[in-house]
């Protein structure tokens, strides 16, 4: 069992910053590929990024974030970061992190474990 928290959201006005920040615990963190995806009112759930369980870090980002978006782990503090520039209207969502020992898996918007997710509101 992972239990997941995410925290850092609020409101943040067009081409600001925000940094998420998801604490794990429960079992090995570094055992598990972390993503963050969102969603916003009225659509699907989004693959927003990913990064491999390995000391490696492999990341993969959606297209609509790359470039402005990184992940980052610290495996000792059993945490995932989502740093967040160039805001914009659109990254308005409720933003949720995710575990799973599935790097694949995160990618297709599967994951065995979810947090309850952070509310992210940019403002134009």
């Known amino acids: 069992q992972v239990l997941l928290e995410e925290s850092g959201g609020g409101l943040v006005q067009a081409g600001g910053s925000l940094r998420l920040s998801c604490a794990a615990s429960g079992r090995t963190f570094s055992s598990y590929a972390m993503g963050w995806f969102r969603q916003a009112p009225g659509k699907e759930r989004e693959f927003v990024a990913c990064i491999s369980m390995s000391g490696v870090g492999v990341t993969y980002y959606g297209l609509v974030v790359k470039g402005r978006f990184t992940i980052s782990r610290d495996n000792v503090k059993k945490t995932v970061y989502l740093q967040m520039n160039r805001l914009i209207p659109e990254d308005t969502a409720v933003y949720y992190c995710?575990?799973?020992?599935?790097?694949?898996?995160?990618?297709?918007?599967?994951?065995?474990?979810w947090g309850q997710g952070t509310q992210v509101t940019v403002s134009s």
């Open positions: 995710a575990a799973d020992t599935s790097l694949a898996a995160i990618r297709t918007v599967k994951a065995d474990y």
